[in-house]
């Protein structure tokens, strides 16, 4: 499947296979940077820069693990990975790629489910060790380094009685998944995660060929802020820290509901569907079907027992479903649903779209049909309640997220193969990519957009599928602040040219 296995990978060449050694890839040091007076477009040089914080190369021990992703179906061998300690590691990083001419990639949680965060021959500047959490209670404001996990995230807040938005898997980065928009359970209750999103830290290409820090909020730079909530994942700078606007919340009431086998996937969906998406806001719900078994998910903010049950009621009296409800503070809870990512298999392919009108009964029985004969038993379709909420109400300042007014998402994913262990699901893998592509082609009639945190490859008109009519602006927000494209990969925000 890959060119190089990670077992042949220190047996390479010192700056990796087909690579060449650039000026300055061994340097320490910090550069000195003349006074910025001048524009992001404008001709200004700046003094060479030497890359600084924990550098991992191609002929380091441990490179193999710094080098790879969560999803181990892509394998990338860059030039350099430069682990950022603080802010003008990042600054000198990307100085140091602008001046050599090499191409990069900016990475968090190393989730990026098309590979993107990392590149062959090239420079990975990676913020996943920039850590600080600083939480002003009082205001209700937290301004965290880029570097936090979802899991990491939620308990630091948590501890206080407070929440932001997350997705739902703890392992996930915080910045890469609020900056693509963000949703998971408290999505109806306190919008989405870019919602949440009042300010940020962000490492800017600057001049001819620097870079430098500026911060970013509603009373500084905020076309950008609008950009980077729903489109900030590699398209105009490097966040290295984001600041929010967190909520009070106490307690939770999480439920899971399973049911045995798919029988009675018709009316668990039709009324999940017909109802999760209405109900008290405070309940944001999640569906996961796999070949052998359903679950249910819920989340209820502020909520007992009692009241989760009644406000899921109507699904809950379908079949004979085993359901459990703990209640407790949501850090607690957030880290109890947790799977550790070496139980998760190896490689993962999605495919990520929105839906306005309930499916109809042809529609279940599509996804039926291909969960019997889904690849594996973690394969599986997941899907969010959306609808009534307070995701449909944008933030002051506005967001590039579109798709506020869907009443559900949803996504096909197959998973394979065996974490830690080089092409073991080789021979899975072309069932497990058509049975994905067959899946969402059959769905088409019943779906619109995507999702840019699950980026589809190869779909036709991806810019509007994932930003629709914010497209245009996007690129002249792009044009503004990156005007010669260093931000780029397969499915990034191009500048306009005029």
Not at 94 to 106: E, M, S
Not at 131 to 145: E, L
Not at 242 to 259: C, F, G, I, K, M
Not at 405 to 419: D, I, N, Q, V
Request: glycine letters at 10%.
């Amino acid at each position: 499947m890959h060119d190089l296995s990670r077992r042949k990978l220190l047996k390479a060449t010192a700056v990796g296979a087909g690579a060449v050694a650039l000026p300055g890839l061994l340097s320490g040091g910090t550069p000195g940077f003349a006074a910025d007076t001048a524009g992001w477009s404008s001709s200004e040089k700046h003094p060479p820069a030497r890359l600084t914080g924990r550098i991992v190369r191609p002929q380091d021990p441990d490179y193999a693990d710094a080098s790879l992703g969560w999803d181990e179906l892509f394998v990338r061998y860059p030039l350099v990975i430069v682990f950022a300690q603080e802010t003008q590691d990042v600054v000198n990083a990307l100085t140091w790629a602008r001046q050599n001419d090499v191409a990069l990639r900016v990475r968090s949680g190393r989730h990026s489910l098309e590979g993107w965060s990392n590149v062959d021959n090239g420079i990975v500047i990676d913020v996943s060790e920039l850590k600080s959490t600083q939480i002003d209670v009082a205001a209700r404001v937290a301004r965290v380094g880029a570097g936090l996990n979802q899991l990491e995230a939620v308990t630091a807040l948590a501890e206080h009685d407070l929440a932001a938005t997350t997705g739902t898997e703890g392992s996930v980065g915080l910045s890469g998944a609020t900056l693509g928009g963000g949703f998971g359970f408290l999505t109806r209750y306190l919008g989405m995660a870019c919602d949440n999103l009042i300010g940020a830290e962000v490492v800017l290409p600057h001049g001819a060929d620097g870079a430098k820090a500026v911060e970013v909020d509603l009373h500084h730079h905020s076309d950008l802020l609008w950009a980077l909530r729903g489109a900030g994942n590699g398209n105009f700078g490097i966040v290295t820290s984001l600041t929010y606007q967190a909520a009070p919340l106490r307690s939770v009431a999480y439920l899971q509901a399973t049911w045995e086998g798919l029988d009675d996937l018709h009316g668990v969906f039709d009324t999940w569907q017909r109802s999760a998406p209405f109900t008290d806001p405070r309940l944001g719900t999640q569906l996961e079907i796999h070949k052998s078994e359903i679950l249910l998910f819920g989340v209820l903010a502020e909520g007992s027992e009692a009241e989760a049950r009644h406000l899921l009621e109507a699904v809950l009296s379908i079949g004979s479903p085993q359901v459990t409800v703990q209640l407790g503070n949501w850090g607690d809870i957030y880290s109890g649903f947790q799977v550790p990512i070496e139980d998760e298999p190896a490689n993962w392919k999605f495919f990520s779209q929105f839906t306005n009108e309930p499916f109809p009964k042809k529609a279940i029985s599509v996804i039926r049909g291909f969960m019997e004969d889904a690849p594996s038993e973690e394969s599986n379709f997941f899907t969010q309640a959306f609808g009534r909420g307070a995701q449909t109400n944008e933030p002051q300042g506005g967001t590039a997220f579109p798709h506020r007014r869907a009443l559900f998402y949803s996504e096909p994913g197959a998973g394979w193969g065996t974490r830690g262990e080089p092409d073991s699901g080789d021979a899975v893998t072309p069932i497990a990519q058509a049975w994905i592509a067959e899946f969402s082609q059959a769905l088409r009639p019943y779906v619109h957009g995507a999702y840019v945190n699950v980026p589809n490859i190869g779909m036709a008109e991806w810019e509007t599928a994932y930003w629709g009519e914010n497209f245009d602006r996007l690129r002249k927000i792009k044009a503004k602040y990156d005007p010669h494209n260093v931000f780029q990969y397969e499915q990034s925000v191009p500048p306009a040219t005029c």
